[in-house]
T-cell receptor, first 113, second 114 residues
Framework: GENVEQHPSTLSVQEGDSAVIKCTYS??????FPWYKQELGKGPQLIID?????GEKKDQRIAVTLNKTAKHFSLHITETQPEDSAVYFC????????????FGRGTSLIVHP | DAGVIQSPRHEVTEMGQEVTLRCKPI?????LFWYRQTMMRGLELLIY????????DSGMPEDRFSAKMPNASFSTLKIQPSEPRDSAVYFC????????????FGPGTRLTVT
């Protein structure tokens, strides 16, 4: 089955700095990679996703990159704000698996004002 | 839309008691998922339904766990009897189907078994 590794487990930055979270996956057939943000006391919420036919996708201050050859993908947050503080999960999925995501273990991002 | 609704939000029970968690998915969504979240194991998929039919329950830890989806607007996850190691946050999520793969999570039920 798919295995998703996520690093770091904790990331502390100053407001305004950039934050990068990295994930690797094992199943070369995976072709859909969502990122979820989980705020304290809430369920995860999709913030951005990328499909394997593109290498990069941006949405305002967040961007994702995908390297299919190396089987790794990353989340980039620029100009971090205190409200970006949350746990971020990467995931990988594929058509043969009904696009059921295999989640990484999560990264706790702390943005200090 | 109200989003995915879960009840109760918090449940404290004694070992050996039956626990029932409830979920109302977003109207029109055709897939429903139950997850368990713990510090040790992260987010684990327990079971998922497609059009009210259980498709994959390989994540259900043991026979003490059961899930049902009697109709498109309601699902339950039951633990009987409960054990302290079942303490976790349980999430329900739904998905619209078609070309959308996004899962919409509920707020979760925090279960504590003493």
């Amino acid at each position: 089955g798919e295995n998703v590794e996520q690093h770091p487990s904790t990331l502390s930055v100053q407001e305004g700095d950039s934050a990068v979270i990295k994930c690797t996956y094992s199943d070369s057939a995976s072709n859909y990679f969502p990122w979820y943000k989980q705020e304290l006391g809430k369920g995860p919420q999709l913030i951005i996703d990328i499909r394997s036919n593109v290498g990069e996708k941006k949405d305002q201050r967040i961007a994702v990159t995908l390297n299919k050859t190396a089987k790794h993908f990353s989340l980039h947050i620029t100009e971090t704000q205190p409200e970006d503080s949350a746990v971020y999960f990467c995931a990988a999925s594929r058509a043969g698996g009904s696009y059921i995501p295999t989640f990484g273990r999560g990264t706790s991002l702390i943005v200090h004002p | 839309d109200a989003g995915v609704i879960q009840s109760p939000r918090h449940e404290v029970t004694e070992m050996g008691q039956e626990v029932t968690l409830r979920c109302k998915p977003i109207s029109g969504h055709n897939s429903l998922f139950w997850y368990r979240q713990t510090m040790m194991r992260g987010l684990e998929l327990l079971i998922y339904f497609n059009n009210n039919v259980p498709i994959d329950d390989s994540g259900m830890p043991e026979d003490r766990f059961s899930a049902k989806m009697p109709n498109a607007s309601f699902s339950t996850l039951k633990i009987q009897p409960s054990e302290p190691r079942d303490s976790a946050v349980y999430f329900c999520a739904s998905r619209p189907g078609g070309a959308s793969y996004e899962q919409y999570f509920g707020p979760g039920t925090r279960l504590t078994v003493t």
